[in-house]
């Protein structure tokens, strides 16, 4: 007779990163909705009692009785788009559709901003700009075009999630994060080191502080690096 055991094992629950910025932006939202109502009652926004000898102002019991009842089903659905993680997921879609759109080196001249140049001083072509050339383009005109060009119905979601985004942004520009960055440039910049342009610096400083985040991502991701056009990277190997 064979004796089987029943083997348990424990469940561990990580969050993902995007659920981590979900679960942000719900107590965002929240926050917003609470200041929202709080200035609301200040201004006195409140709706004014009804006088009870005002016949006008009140609706009969028969009045409210032929009303048609409004769904279930469009009540759940109208709830479900209000949700944080809809109105985020919205967000994100709405970037991702405009930025493929953008020609860079006309919407940059037309906001104030300089072209994508190459090596050699001549300006990039479109089609060969990368993520990485996009990291120093000040994004605050693309989120203005983005709430201003956006639908009425969604403006104002549109509106709290580049808030919330450019909040979180914000956070890389504390004081200690840059005290760190500035430790570690003088690190790197050395008396033998002075002819270092500040390009070339402010890439190692970045390098840097992230390399112990990044030599953990290469061990994890090790076996998918080699399968991806990085674009950016081209000509670059990955050492394992």
Known sequence: MMKTTTKTTTKTTKTTITEQIILKFEHYYKQHAALKASLAL????????ADADDDDDLSSDDDLLDEAP??????????AAKKPSAILKRFFSMIKEHSKRIKWQEWLPAHAQQEIMNPNGTPKDEEDITEMDLMTV???PFYCDLVGNAAQ??????ALAVSF??????DNMA????????????QIMTCDRTRMGSDLL???AVLRMNRAWMSKRMKIFAGLLSHLDLRATEGYMVLN
Do not use: D, F, T
């Not at 409004?70 to 709830?79: K, R």
């Open 42 to 49: 200040q201004v006195g926004m409140v709706a004014p009692v």
């Open 153 to 158: 119905e969604v403006k104002e979601e549109i």
């Open 70 to 79: 409004v769904s279930a089903a469009l009540q759940a659905a109208a709830a």
């Open 202 to 204: 402010e890439w190692l």
């Open 165 to 170: 985004i450019m909040a979180r942004m914000g």
């Open 175 to 186: 004081e200690s994060w840059c005290e760190r960055q500035i430790h570690v440039c003088n």
């Open 138 to 140: 000040n994004i605050g």
